[in-house]
T-cell receptor, first 113, second 118 residues
């Protein structure tokens, strides 16, 4: 597609439930990023893929967070045993190559109740 | 990547030029200044970037001081659709070789919330 697509757009999860958030990057984009954005804050880096390789996961807040991009295109961010503090907008971005501009999706708003 | 400082919020009258400042006093010689904006309920959108020369595109102009320690993003004729949070980010840019990967992540601060007043 023309842009980065994320689904679902909104997700409500009960505390303790597992969730999976999907990102479809722009076709051919090598780099893929996940960011977490709390209300009123700027996006915070979670993890980065170059093709299927996860090269940086330094921003993942705990081992309950897991991301994958098995075929180098679609990526999934999984959060296990969700907690209220996981409530945020999760943004995905992709870029064509090294240190060029990002294109962001509209995000998935996760609310843990 | 160098740290940036931006005002928390600004207002601008519709139709006037919006000038958004950014301080980046610790910028390195190979670091560029990037601007992104985030309209409500959307992901951030790239606006413009530059190294030391002033830059202009269809969205905005970027003025970088000669010592490169600060810059200003200019929206020449602000409209209500320009209401957004604007992020100034400093980072090393592409060398032109798309396969020359390094520190790829963008580090966002809290940005400037720009409100265009009708």
């Amino acid at each position: 597609g023309a842009g980065v697509s994320q689904s679902p757009r909104y997700k409500v999860a009960k505390r303790g439930q597992d969730v999976a958030l999907r990102c479809d990057p722009i076709s051919g984009h090598v780099s893929l990023f996940w960011y977490q954005q709390a209300l009123g804050q700027g996006p915070e880096f979670l993890t980065y893929f170059q093709n299927e390789a996860q090269l940086d996961k330094s921003g993942l807040p705990s081992d309950r967070f897991f991301a994958e991009r098995p075929e180098g295109s679609v990526s999934t961010l999984k959060i296990q045993r969700t907690q209220q503090e996981d409530s945020a907008v999760y943004l995905c971005a992709s870029s064509l190559g090294a240190r060029v501009r990002y294109t962001f999706g509209s995000g998935t708003r996760l609310t843990v109740v | 990547d160098a740290k940036t400082t931006q005002p928390t919020s600004m207002d601008c009258a519709e139709g006037r030029a919006a000038n958004l400042p950014c301080n980046h006093s610790t910028i390195s010689g190979n670091e560029y200044v990037y601007w992104y904006r985030q309209i409500h309920s959307q992901g951030p959108q790239y606006i413009i970037h530059g190294l030391k020369n002033n830059e202009t595109n269809e969205m905005a102009s970027l003025i970088i001081t000669e010592d490169r320690k600060s810059s200003t993003l200019i929206l020449p004729h602000a409209t209500l659709r320009d209401t957004a949070v604007y992020y100034c980010i400093v980072r090393v840019a592409s060398s032109g070789d798309l396969t020359n990967f390094g520190n790829e992540k963008l580090t966002f601060g809290t940005g400037t919330r720009l409100t265009i007043i009708p």
